[in-house]
C-alpha cells in the first residue's frame, strides 16, 4: 500500500531553519505532483508548497514565497522542504502529500491529493 512518512519537524527559534522531508513507497511516484500543507490549531489545512509531476514546476503560498524552498528526488521517492526565516506564524503540523498526475492551479487544490502522510510538527518560538 502507498505509505507517505514525513520527518525533520522539531522546535526552532524564530528565524531558524528546519528542513522537512517526506519519503513515499507504494506508489510510481514520479507519475505524481508532491505537495505540502499545514494546519494551526483552530485553523483549516492550508497548502504550502508542490512540485508538479512529469518536468513540472513548482508553486508555493505567498506567505512562504522566498523562504521556503520545495525539491524532490525521483529516485529516492522524496520530497523536501526546506524551511528558512521561520516565523512563529509558521508553527503547525506539516504533511506531506501526493497526487497523480496534478499539475498547474490544481497543485492548491486539497481535493485533488490521492495519499497523505500522518504529519509532523513544526514550532517556531519568538
Known amino acids: 500500500q502507498v505509505q507517505l512518512v514525513e520527518s525533520g519537524g522539531g522546535l526552532v527559534q524564530a528565524g531558524g531553519s528546519l528542513r522537512l522531508s517526506c519519503a513515499a513507497s507504494g506508489l510510481t511516484f514520479s507519475n505524481y505532483a508532491m505537495g505540502w500543507f499545514r494546519q494551526a490549531p483552530g485553523k483549516e489545512r492550508e497548502f504550502v508548497a508542490a512540485f508538479a509531476c512529469c518536468g513540472g514546476g513548482t508553486y508555493y503560498a505567498d506567505s512562504v514565497k522566498g523562504r521556503f524552498t520545495i525539491s524532490r528526488d525521483n529516485a529516492k521517492n522524496t520530497v523536501y522542504l526546506q524551511m528558512n526565516s521561520l516565523k512563529p506564524e509558521d508553527t503547525a503540523v506539516y504533511y506531506c502529500?501526493?497526487?497523480?498526475?496534478?499539475?498547474?492551479?490544481?497543485?492548491?487544490?486539497?481535493?485533488?491529493?490521492?495519499?497523505w502522510g500522518q504529519g509532523t510538527q513544526v514550532t517556531v518560538s519568538s
Open positions: 502529500a501526493a497526487g497523480p498526475f496534478v499539475a498547474g492551479s490544481f497543485l492548491l487544490r486539497i481535493d485533488r491529493y490521492t495519499y
